[in-house]
């Protein structure tokens, strides 16, 4: 069985189709980080972080620079003991989409080496999966374009960004619902609202008739207290995001009652804390969804194996890969519209 004798790290920037607009933040590219880890039998895995400043406090230029430091630390390891990785690299906490991308690479190169795809080493609980695909903040008129266009390509579940601007927020949202008729709706304000403004828009919503599968994330991520009171008060169920970085988050939002579904990116998590999140959420009866950051389809290729692997999710949206423009696809699976296949 291969030791590990190399990690490297290149950083790679990608350019998005068109702005990406979510609350107080507008992306025109992903700078993200691919990393190899390189076995003394020539076998590579490869995985992906996808740093973010406004969930994690991360930037890529820093992450970069623990590219020795990471390699110090994992080399001369077995993959056999893999485990002993992850508890190295939990120890990351100020870079958790390095140590996403290290420990689903550390899997690949096990996957390589044994023949068995990451996804059954993880479980193999299902095949196929299906993502959504997210209209961003715009003009209404976009929006609900966007939405068509989005409708149009198969996609069932669309999720809506919104929470700049209430009063145009309640209205993308329903003329989105008027244009669209038979999709879901995840509605994600990316903790843009107060308490009194996300009950104020989830009750204006349910007036009209309109259906929302989650509400995700309507509060600021620290703001507990308010992400409860709004669970509480909400026609529709309540998902954290942001508030849910690690399993010691999930766990709090858990006993605090204060949500519906959470959340798990891998780039909050890595493969690790993900796994303890799936565990715990399933002991409590919270639901669970799947997201993404930035990643390309390498690294949403780790998400897509989580997910299958698991079989734990009842929500995917592993969608920025098809935000990006020209990018060479890398993902040991195959899409066909809103479907992920193995």
């Known amino acids: 069985m291969g030791k590990i004798v190399d990690v490297t790290f290149t950083l790679k920037t990608y350019k998005y189709e068109k702005p990406f607009h979510i609350t107080n933040s507008i992306s025109k590219e992903a700078t993200n980080i691919e990393i190899k880890v390189i076995l003394d039998n020539g076998i590579t895995g490869y ?3 996808s740093p973010s400043y406004r969930v994690n406090g ?11 430091f990471i390699k110090e630390q994992i080399a001369g390891r077995d993959l056999r003991d893999y485990r002993h990785i992850f508890e190295i690299t939990d120890k990351l906490l100020s870079a958790p989409s390095i ?22 080493i993880l479980g193999g609980a299902k095949d196929t ?9 715009d003009t209404v008129e976009n929006m609900v374009k966007e939405a068509v266009k989005i409708r149009n390509e198969g996609f069932n579940v669309i999720k809506i960004k919104v929470s700049e601007d209430l009063k145009k927020d309640i209205e993308a949202v329903l003329q989105i619902a008027e244009a669209t008729k038979g999709a879901e709706y995840i509605v994600d304000a990316n903790m843009g609202y107060t308490p009194k403004e996300a009950i104020h828009f989830v009750k204006t919503i349910y007036s009209k008739g309109v259906d929302i599968a989650i509400f995700e994330q309507p509060v600021p991520a620290h703001h507990i207290d308010g992400l409860k009171f709004v669970r509480f008060h909400s026609p529709f169920p309540v998902a954290a995001d942001e508030s849910a970085r690690t399993k010691y988050d999930v766990f709090r939002l ?8 959470i959340n798990i990116k891998l780039m909050k998590s890595g493969l690790s804390d993900a796994l303890a ?12 969804m799947i997201g993404c950051m930035g990643e390309s389809s390498l690294g949403i290729n780790q998400s897509v194996h989580f997910a299958l692997g698991t079989g734990a999710f009842l929500y995917h949206d592993l969608d920025s890969h098809l935000m ?19």
């Open 47 to 49: 995985g992906e972080a």
């Open 58 to 68: 991360e930037r890529a230029e820093a992450l970069m620079a623990m590219e020795q």
């Open 99 to 120: 140590k996403a991308g290290i420990q689903y690479a550390v899997m690949d190169a096990l996957s390589e080496e044994i023949g068995l795809e990451v996804y059954r």
């Open 129 to 137: 999966i299906e993502t959504d695909k997210t209209v961003g903040i």
């Open 254 to 261: 858990i006993k605090s009652e204060a949500v519906d579904f």
């Open 277 to 288: 999140i799936v565990e715990m959420a399933n002991t409590a009866g919270v639901k669970l």
């Open 324 to 342: 990006l423009i020209k990018e060479e696809f890398r993902g040991k699976f195959r899409q066909e519209g809103p479907r992920i296949f193995v």
